[in-house]
């Protein structure tokens, strides 16, 4: 299936721009260009890059945005695009609403000009409904009989539901030339770690299922899981719960094929405060348990390291899994 990962991939949302250097035929030294990630991640056996868009207003398929996808073909290397912050499909404000499903369109396009597979996007807020519900079952770990959520916290899942759906079909509208692309293209919605997010892992796996496995999968961000528990869950249940929760509810070719992303997570009282370096030992999760369930079960996820290090310390999970592959050799 499309959607299926070849082998476990891991890379990072970006390149530290200080460190991204490229040496030219007469040997001097400049800054590398987006055309070049792809060469410059494979040389750091790194096969896996999160386009960071959070921020992006516009984007088009320009010259250098083509040589970066025929680069990522070249190289073998595992795209997947951020989807911008701004878009909000738990608004009340209708207007902005209608604009969030426009540029979740825009990103269907935008994932395509970087030959990137799948879109990771955030949900939204509780809002106003926050006051309403009742935030410890919103917030609890791993609530998954969507069955009990009340009222007011249903409408905001169905709410983002049909602003997924609104924004794909408006994605074909706009771009009729690349509704073939679109269906190769999956949307990863991801867990959240505060708590006035929505992003629970039950959420998530409620949203995929509502939207439907052959468009949606999950986006899990462990990092995020962990400061909205705040840290209460022991390392290895942590990790097991949530896979044994996905295979159940989604399947296990889901769990196999997950969408990951990685960080040392600093929370306070209302879950995630702010991502650390992932060689800080203060806080967690800690990636070790996680890399020996993926090689007992055999998963190929893709890994993307979201701390603030970047590439750096997407390289330093690279080679601690391959310590972890070496060590499992008879």
Same mark, same amino acid.
């Given at each position: 299936?499309?959607?299926?990962?070849?082998q476990?991939?891991? #890379?990072?949302t #970006?390149?530290?721009?200080?460190?991204?250097?490229?040496?030219?035929l007469n040997?001097?030294?400049?800054?590398?260009?987006?055309?070049?990630i792809?060469?410059?991640? &494979?040389?750091?056996?790194l096969?896996?890059?999160?386009?960071?868009?959070?921020?992006?207003?516009?984007?088009s398929?320009?010259?250098e945005?083509q040589?970066?996808r025929?680069?990522?073909?070249?190289?073998?290397l595992?795209?997947?695009f951020?989807?911008?912050?701004?878009?909000?499909?738990?608004?009340?404000?209708?207007a902005i609403?209608?604009?969030?499903?426009?540029?979740?369109?825009?990103?269907?396009a935008?994932?395509?000009?970087?030959?990137?597979k799948?879109?990771?996007?955030?949900?939204?807020?509780?809002?106003?409904?926050?006051?309403?519900?009742n935030?410890?079952s919103?917030?609890?770990?791993?609530p998954n009989n969507?069955?009990?959520?009340?009222?007011?916290?249903?409408?905001?899942i169905?709410?983002?539901?049909?602003?997924?759906k609104a924004?794909?079909?408006?994605?074909?509208k706009?771009?009729p030339?690349?509704?073939?692309?679109?269906?190769?293209?999956?949307?990863?919605?991801?867990?959240? #770690?505060k708590?006035?997010q929505?992003g629970?892992?039950?959420?998530?796996?409620?949203?995929?299922? &509502?939207?439907?496995?052959?468009?949606t999968?999950?986006?899990?961000?462990?990092?995020?899981?962990?400061?909205?528990n705040?840290?209460?869950?022991p390392?290895?249940?942590?990790?097991?719960?949530?896979?044994?929760?996905?295979?159940?509810?989604?399947?296990?070719?889901?769990?196999?094929?997950?969408?990951?992303?990685?960080?040392?997570?600093?929370?306070?009282?209302? #879950?995630?405060i702010?991502h650390?370096?992932?060689?800080?030992s203060?806080?967690g999760?800690k990636?070790?348990?996680?890399?020996?369930?993926i090689?007992?079960?055999?998963?190929?996820?893709?890994?993307?390291n979201?701390?603030?290090?970047?590439?750096?310390?997407?390289?330093?999970?690279q080679?601690k899994w391959a310590r972890?592959?070496?060590?499992?050799?008879?």
């Amino acid at each position: 299936m499309v959607f299926d990962n070849d082998q476990l991939r891991i #890379g990072p949302t #970006g390149v530290q721009k200080s460190l991204f250097k490229i040496k030219d035929l007469n040997g001097r030294i400049r800054n590398g260009k987006r055309r070049e990630i792809p060469e410059y991640l &494979t040389n750091k056996k790194l096969m896996a890059y999160e386009f960071p868009a959070g921020r992006l207003a516009k984007f088009s398929d320009t010259a250098e945005n083509q040589l970066f996808r025929q680069n990522t073909l070249k190289y073998n290397l595992s795209v997947s695009f951020h989807a911008p912050y701004y878009i909000s499909l738990t608004s009340d404000d209708e207007a902005i609403y209608n604009k969030s499903i426009e540029r979740l369109a825009h990103s269907f396009a935008w994932a395509t000009y970087l030959n990137a597979k799948r879109i990771v996007l955030h949900p939204g807020s509780y809002g106003k409904s926050r006051k309403k519900a009742n935030m410890a079952s919103l917030n609890k770990f791993m609530p998954n009989n969507s069955s009990k959520l009340d009222v007011v916290h249903r409408s905001k899942i169905d709410q983002i539901v049909e602003g997924i759906k609104a924004g794909m079909e408006q994605a074909d509208k706009l771009y009729p030339e690349l509704k073939s692309k679109f269906r190769q293209i999956c949307l990863c919605p991801e867990t959240m #770690g505060k708590f006035g997010q929505i992003g629970t892992l039950s959420e998530i796996i409620e949203i995929c299922k &509502t939207v439907g496995l052959n468009r949606t999968r999950p986006c899990v961000d462990f990092g995020h899981l962990y400061a909205r528990n705040l840290g209460k869950i022991p390392n290895f249940k942590f990790y097991f719960d949530v896979f044994d929760v996905i295979e159940s509810e989604l399947g296990s070719k889901v769990a196999q094929s997950l969408h990951i992303h990685y960080s040392i997570v600093e929370y306070g009282n209302k #879950g995630e405060i702010k991502h650390h370096p992932n060689q800080i030992s203060s806080w967690g999760p800690k990636v070790d348990t996680l890399f020996q369930i993926i090689a007992n079960r055999q998963y190929t996820p893709i890994i993307i390291n979201e701390s603030p290090l970047l590439d750096v310390d997407a390289e330093w999970l690279q080679k601690k899994w391959a310590r972890k592959q070496k060590s499992l050799i008879p």
